[in-house]
């Protein structure tokens, strides 16, 4: 299984991309501005999107993504997000006003994009790796993902969170992870702010880490501009028996 890292930032800047990974060139998780970087060519081969949740940072390509490959694709794009998300993106995002409805286009019975409902401990299969979506404790509705390859390689990644029970519960229960992807969006310095918006900040993820009883390669993501240097301070101060580091745009990890 190959992951490439699109974009792992909490925002915009010179070189910052905001949240996109793709697994095995075809399957997106969340649709940040990092997909902007994909040459047509690889764009038209994205089938699936597992999205993480509504917000704007993982969402905010998925329009500018199905508007470029309109006219080179032949099957829809599947999009698979918890119903209150699906809700958001029709409400909000693809309702004529935002954006055409590319469910409906170019024609109701063969629309470029649909969308398909998930719920947490729902495994569902794409191209031979799997993809289980878990609760998550943020400001709205959101799910992180573990994602396992047919030989049994793993992956996780939290999406948007705060202090939770039921992510470190599942990943545990499977006995075996490779690679552990963990946002912390906010330095304590910002702690305040991040309990407001249901985001880890280093003291927070620094007690929930303690839950986990597996030794995954750890990568930290989706900081604030301008926070990383402090978050990675704190959190390598106060995490001791975990190998951490910080994640990077057009990182590949093959699993
Ligand atoms: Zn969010
Ligand atoms: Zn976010």
New binding site residues.
């Given amino acids: 299984m190959e992951l490439r890292v699109l974009g792992c930032s909490?925002g915009i800047g010179k070189g910052l991309r905001t949240?996109s990974l793709l697994v095995n060139g075809e399957i997106l998780i969340d649709a940040g501005s990092g997909v902007g970087d994909l040459s047509l060519v690889e764009m038209g081969k994205i089938r699936h999107v597992f999205l993480t949740h509504s917000?704007l940072?993982?969402i905010a390509f998925l329009p500018l993504l199905v508007d470029s490959i309109f006219e080179q694709i032949t099957d829809p794009i599947v999009v698979h997000a918890l119903p209150q998300t699906i809700d958001s993106l029709k409400k909000h995002v693809f309702n004529w006003s935002i954006w055409p409805d590319f469910a409906g286009l170019p024609t109701p019975d063969k629309p470029v994009i649909v969308y398909r409902e998930i719920q947490p401990g729902d495994i569902c299969e794409v191209e031979g790796v799997t993809f289980e979506p878990i609760a998550m404790n943020h400001i709205v509705p959101t799910v992180g993902y573990r994602v396992e390859s047919s030989d049994g390689k793993s992956f996780a990644f939290t999406g948007?969170t705060t202090t939770n029970d039921t992510f470190w519960s599942v990943l545990n229960a499977y006995g075996r992870l490779d690679l552990l992807l963990l946002e912390v969006a906010f330095s304590n310095a910002d702690e305040a702010l991040s309990h407001t918006a249901r985001h880890y900040c280093s003291n927070t993820l620094a007690a929930d880490i303690v839950k986990l009883k597996l030794q995954p390669e750890i990568y930290l993501t989706?900081h604030k501009p301008d926070e990383g240097k402090d978050i990675y301070r704190e959190v390598k101060s106060l995490i001791k028996n975990h190998q951490i580091k910080q994640l990077k745009n057009n990182l590949t990890f093959t699993l």
């Fill in positions: 909490g949240t917000h940072d993982h948007d989706h």
